[in-house]
């Protein structure tokens, strides 16, 4: 099933797939257990510092190996794609979505280059992700508030954002509502009542990024207003390194195949309980 079937199918049914950042083969292990699990559709994904890190063809076959052995639903996306070279290496190379983030440039570039990535990607029936409002934080753990991180970026005006896609021609829109990167003290809380009219007058679907720390009830409304695709990195960052922290602090192991296991154990378990929330 092609990627645009698959998110048609999350909308007309009322639920959305996670997007989780993948940078080593682990990761994506506990994110493929995680699915066959749960018998869920989902996104694996990598920045553009993680496709460096794995290799883009690296990591993009390694999801096909276990995606064709597992007979799963699984779509690849490229995220946060810096620029438009980044992403025409994407599409080439053979990503089911790109996410081209031009939320940093004038308005009528970032347009211009969304239009060029779309007619590439459309071509192979790739489907591209568009920005125009940077969405703030770090996918970190964050000590600071919330509300002071939300006020370093505008939030996605309704009508701009309508106006943009439908002249970018994008089919998601990486709305900036409230969500933040990162995880936080308090949970963000974010603008629903924005998101209900971005949903209503925009032309694509919508995503959601900054899934790690959000409040359930926000993320489960937020789907009901248009958004197919809840990105999650942080948690399972986190999760990875503490377990592998504990570990190795209480064994004289060294022989990989068995200190990963509980490491992708903690993973496992965050991306089933994502599934759940997401209803995919």
């Avoid at 018998?39 to 694996?44: D, T, V």
């Avoid at 064709?68 to 053979?94: K, M, V, W, Y």
């Avoid at 089911?96 to 990607?121: C, M, R, W, Y």
């Amino acid at each position: 099933m092609k990627a645009k079937e698959i998110l048609q199918k999350a909308r007309d049914n009322g639920y959305a797939l996670g997007a989780f950042n993948a940078g080593s083969v682990e990761i994506v292990r506990a994110i493929v257990q995680a699915a066959g699990d749960k018998q869920a559709p989902l996104i694996i994904e990598t920045s553009a510092n993680e496709a460096n890190y794995f290799g883009m063809e690296n990591f993009l076959d390694v999801v096909e190996n276990f995606q064709q052995s597992s007979g799963l639903e699984i779509l690849t996306n490229f995220d946060h794609g810096p620029g438009l070279e980044e992403c025409q290496r994407a599409i080439e190379a053979g990503y089911d979505l790109i996410h081209f983030d031009g939320s940093q440039l004038p308005l009528e570039e970032n347009i211009k280059i969304t239009q060029a990535l779309v007619a590439q990607a459309h071509e192979r029936g790739v489907l591209v992700e568009a920005e125009i409002d940077r969405i703030a934080g770090q996918s970190v753990a964050n000590f600071q508030d919330a509300e002071s991180v939300q006020a370093t970026s505008n939030y996605t005006d309704p009508a701009q954002a309508a106006a943009f896609a439908r002249q970018a021609g994008c089919d998601i829109l990486a709305a900036f509502v409230g969500n933040l990167h990162g995880t936080y003290p308090t949970s963000p809380r974010l603008d629903l009542e924005r998101l209900a009219l971005i949903g209503q007058q925009v032309p694509c679907w919508l995503s959601l990024h900054g899934g790690s720390g959000l409040s359930p009830e926000d993320v489960r409304q937020a789907i009901k207003m248009g958004v197919v695709k809840v990105n999650v990195n942080t948690e399972l960052r986190l999760a990875f390194r503490e377990t592998l922290e504990n570990i190795l602090r209480g064994s004289e192991d060294v022989a990989i195949y068995k200190i990963m296991p509980p490491v992708i154990a903690a993973m496992q378990k965050i991306v089933e309980e994502k599934i759940e929330l997401f209803g995919c």
